[in-house]
């Protein structure tokens, strides 16, 4: 499987190097040539089968030739075997319509983990044999930092540098990345600075070739290819276990970088039947003004109780309006240019007709998602994390076929907001005993001021140098 820039004039690559290289030389996103096709009955067929099998099926047409298919399902396996579910995404129900697909079992307790296990053993793999070292790069509003951390601290060829908002990431998610020891791992506290600004350090440093002439620069973030293909499976997982491929389902997506609910276009894309992906936002709605008028424009973010949500400029976005724009990179180029100067945007026509085919969105403030917490608790027992209510909002205020089952996407473990959770239903949720003494670990973090010079000398005094890419 090759994979082409959405910006039109990088090099096509194969899966490792789309890996390995993060983002595309041209500043876009990589996506697959082609989307790979799975007939109905090879659907059918994956049925029963066991997470990791499933993530090895649907993964293989992506991967190609870069690793064999037994070599792959050793990956997985590895990779799932960390979680604490046996179903590794189990899929429970609220009622007879809503169900709710938890992706919170993994290591960090965030639907980041399904993807970051298998990204960490990923790079190891691809760098078994070379004397390269990768330099990560990453932003992250709460989830994928403690998901990177853990998937790669202590890995010998791989150093790590997290950059996150200073205070604006919940107090369990700091400590998370922050109490993670190790000599390759750096965590970094930006004062004065949103995760947009941090997302566009990243990006910048790609860029920069003081930076990419010494360092072998590469990105956790879902703007990497592989992240989003590992967030794919769950979507066959849950559709599967509700009919498919005889019968549809919509699925709603708390959603702040846009990677999660690419990540079911992709499936829906690959033969899965879906009927709608519902892009729920937090009152940052970017997205759902984009989704709904149009408009793109970015006007600056709002904290709110779901921290991992506070995000104005979605990466991923870029993907949608690339594959559902007809693929025309030259004339993205253009379009990203404009909105990276004016931070606004207009989709075209064929990229709004392109996304209203599948998407549609919804917004929630935080009286409705208190409500949505509220709902899930009196009615069905169950303790939901903010980021998961504004998903289920939008789910139950949807407007679908009366037979299709709405799937909502829990992100992460109601622990990790307790505060915000306590507010809503009167009940703190604990975190599970494996990380139960988490408030008493020693921490380590440096804060920076938020601008890319500090960030960038700081990489550049502590990475290790690695020889051009092979
Ligand atoms: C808990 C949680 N929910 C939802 C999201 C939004 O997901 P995405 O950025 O893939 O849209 C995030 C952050 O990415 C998150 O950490
Ligand atoms: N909410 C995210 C933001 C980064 O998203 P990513 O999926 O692109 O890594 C977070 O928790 O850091």
Excluded at 64 to 80: I, Q, S, V
Excluded at 126 to 139: K, M, N, P, R, Y
Excluded at 392 to 403: E, R, Y
Aim: a negative charge; one cysteine or more; charged letters at 20%.
């Amino acid at each position: 499987m090759d994979y082409v820039s959405t910006r039109g004039s990088a090099q096509r690559q194969d899966f490792r190097s789309v890996t390995l290289a993060g983002l595309a030389s041209d500043g876009g996103l990589y996506v697959p040539r082609e989307w790979p096709q799975f007939s109905a009955d090879e659907i059918a067929a994956m049925a029963g089968l066991p997470y990791a099998e499933l993530a090895a099926k649907v993964m293989q047409p992506f991967v190609g030739d870069c690793l064999t298919p037994e070599r792959l399902l050793e990956l997985t396996t590895k990779a799932y075997g960390r979680f604490a579910h046996k179903a590794v995404t189990p899929l429970t129900q609220f009622d007879e319509k809503q169900w709710l697909l938890e992706l919170f079992h993994g290591p960090t307790l965030a639907f980041k983990d399904v993807a970051l296990q298998l990204l960490g053993l990923l790079f190891e793999e691809f760098l078994t044999g070379s004397d390269q070292h990768l330099t990560i790069v990453g932003a992250t509003s709460g989830d994928t930092g403690s998901a990177a951390i853990d998937a790669v601290a202590g890995r010998e060829k791989i150093d790590i540098f997290m950059l996150h908002p200073k205070g604006r990431v919940s107090e369990v998610q700091r400590r998370q990345m922050t109490s993670v020891i190790a000599p390759n791992v750096h965590n970094i506290a930006l004062t004065d600075a949103s995760f947009d600004d941090a997302q566009a350090m990243v990006k910048r440093m790609f860029a920069d070739t003081d930076m990419t002439g010494r360092f072998r620069i590469t990105a956790v973030n879902s703007i990497n290819w592989a992240r989003l293909m590992a967030q794919v499976v769950y979507y066959f997982a849950a559709a599967i276990q509700l009919g498919a491929p005889n019968r549809k389902v919509a699925f709603s997506v708390p959603t702040g970088n846009f990677g999660d609910v690419f990540a079911g276009y992709v499936a829906a894309k690959m033969g899965l039947p879906v009927e709608k992906l519902i892009v729920a936002t937090n009152v940052n709605d970017i997205l759902h003004r984009a989704l709904s008028t149009g408009d793109y424009s970015a006007h600056g973010v709002t904290p709110t109780e779901a921290p991992s949500m506070d995000i104005q400029v979605s990466s991923n976005f870029e993907r949608l309006l690339f594959d559902a724009g007809g693929r025309d990179g030259a004339a993205l180029a253009e379009q990203m240019k404009g909105f990276e100067a004016s931070k606004a945007m207009q989709l075209t026509n064929a990229q709004r007709e392109g996304a209203a085919a599948l998407f549609t969105s919804m917004r929630a403030d935080a009286d409705e998602m208190h409500a949505a917490m509220r709902w899930a608790y009196e009615n069905c027992g169950k303790v939901i994390d903010p980021h998961t209510a504004i998903g289920l909002h939008a789910a139950l205020s949807a407007d679908l076929p009366a037979d299709v089952p709405v799937v909502t996407l829990a992100t992460a473990d109601a622990a990790k907001f307790a505060p915000a959770v306590e507010s809503a239903i009167g009940v703190s949720p604990t975190l599970p005993p494996r990380i139960a003494d988490l408030m008493d670990r020693e921490e380590a973090c440096t804060d920076l001021p938020g601008t890319y010079e500090a960030v960038a000398s700081f990489v550049a005094d502590n990475a290790t140098e690695s020889p051009a890419a092979a």
